[in-house]
């Protein structure tokens, strides 16, 4: 193998050489004086070991090792610029893949409506959605599964950046004889004694729910329940209450259960989450699901 150090703007000024076939005029299109143009020619023969041109009073022309040199020097050059025009791309989100997690039952009427809008802004990157369940309410950004994820907060995790998609009241959800059932809202404290339906794990999300900080003793947790069906049949069958959004009355009505607005409790959220160090894609992920719900909460229902 040679050894030369033979740089791009070498390559390029041999390639605007023989394509104009006049060191003047070549000069004038680099921008650079015809001297130093001369120069770096001379430099990239000294590296080669072969003379580029035959060089006359009257014309620039290449030699036959020119001519071989000038298509492989047109090759590297071409896709030289193809990776940096990809790696810009890379780098500001436009292709590559991106995964995004979100939580069973967050804003599902959202999801949709932020997937086409984020398509349409960024046609070439590949997008692997994936649902998780309650049993990993962070849906994958604690153990890099994921890029950028819709969540429900809280999420303890450090260092994440969440941007708020929607509010809303929280709800009892009860069997449908339970003697809250047809109240029109409920304090919670009316709750607390009440056998609880959880999420499996534990953490500061699953606390949040079956509302451990607002009680002097542990709950009594009746059972545990990874998706919104399995949460709502315990509930049917007595086994006990649980805590939901108010959207799940709307997505996961059934018979056997009722949904009750606890009045005093803070409303819960729905947002998109990435880290700081998140790839730029994931950050213009988050940009457009915050654009795309503030665009759909504005509208006239």
Not at 130 to 148: H, I, K, N
Not at 153 to 176: G, M, N, S, T, W
């Amino acid at each position: 193998m040679l050894s030369m150090n033979v740089e791009l703007r070498h390559l390029r000024a041999f390639v605007a050489v023989a394509e104009a076939a006049n060191f003047t005029r070549a000069a004038e299109a680099l921008l650079i004086s015809q001297p130093s143009l001369s120069y770096t020619i001379r430099q990239l023969e000294g590296q080669l070991g072969f003379r580029l041109f035959a060089r006359t009073t009257r014309a620039t022309a290449l030699t036959s090792a020119g001519e071989t040199f000038l298509a492989e020097a047109r090759a590297v050059l071409a896709r030289f610029d193809q990776a940096a025009v990809l790696a810009r791309r890379m780098a500001v989100g436009e292709v590559g893949t991106l995964r995004v997690g979100y939580l069973i039952g967050a804003v599902v009427d959202l999801v949709p409506a932020i997937m086409r809008a984020f398509a349409g802004r960024y046609p070439d990157l590949d997008v692997e959605l994936v649902e998780y369940d309650f049993s990993a309410p962070r849906c994958g950004l604690d153990t890099g599964e994921t890029d950028v994820a819709i969540v429900r907060p809280p999420l303890d995790l450090p260092d994440l950046r969440e941007r708020i998609l929607r509010r809303e009241k929280c709800v009892a959800c009860v069997p449908e004889g339970h003697p809250i059932a047809g109240q029109p809202e409920v304090g919670v404290a009316r709750l607390l004694s009440e056998p609880i339906v959880a999420a499996p794990g534990d953490g500061q999300w699953r606390d949040s729910w079956i509302l451990t900080g607002l009680r002097g003793e542990s709950p009594v947790v009746a059972c545990e329940a990874a998706t919104f069906e399995a949460e709502l049949q315990a509930v049917a069958l007595g086994r006990g209450l649980s805590i939901v959004p108010a959207s799940a009355s709307q997505f996961y009505a059934r018979p056997g259960v009722r949904f009750v607005p606890v009045s005093d409790l803070p409303e819960c959220t729905v947002a998109v989450a990435c880290s700081a160090d998140a790839p730029q894609a994931a950050k213009n992920f988050a940009e457009a699901a915050a654009e795309t719900a503030r665009e759909l909460s504005d509208r006239p229902q």
